[in-house]
């Protein structure tokens, strides 16, 4: 079973910049892919970012890309959202999650993932 908390969540000003983090509990996290959703108020989740186990291939939703960037460093078994020029319509609750079997072409799908965090708060200000 894998655990993934999520941190650096908070209140910013529109034009701000945050960046999130997720951990993983396990040994096994250096083989996942890891994706970043998001939830906003009386909206679906979406896909916003996932990275693959070895970081040479990104993948960004059009809302984001450009704006924000998914790292990760697998000895510290973390994953990172640097999220830059935030906007109003980014706030929304963020997820990361990990893919134990990846398929290609199905990162933004949900069920493709396995394990989620608990979410993290963004609020962006206008």
């Known amino acids: 079973q894998e655990q993934l908390v999520e941190s650096g969540g908070g209140l910013v000003q529109d034009g701000g910049s945050l960046r999130l983090s997720c951990t993983a509990s396990?040994?096994?996290?250096?083989?996942?892919?890891m994706g970043w959703f998001r939830q906003a108020p009386g909206k679906e989740r979406e896909f916003v970012a996932g990275?693959?186990?070895?970081?040479?291939?990104?993948y960004y939703s059009d809302s984001v890309k450009d704006r924000f960037t998914v790292s990760r460093d697998n000895a510290k078994n973390s994953v990172y959202l640097q999220m830059n020029n935030l906007k109003p319509e980014d706030t929304a609750v963020y997820y990361c999650?990990?893919?134990?079997?990846?398929?290609?072409?199905?990162?933004?799908?949900?069920?493709?993932?396995?394990?989620w965090g608990q979410g993290t708060q963004v609020t962006v200000s206008s």
């Open positions: 396990g040994r096994m996290f250096h083989n996942y892919f």
């Open positions: 990275i693959n186990w070895s970081s040479k291939s990104t």
């Open positions: 999650a990990a893919d134990t079997n990846f398929v290609p072409n199905s990162y933004d799908l949900e069920r493709s993932y396995d394990y």
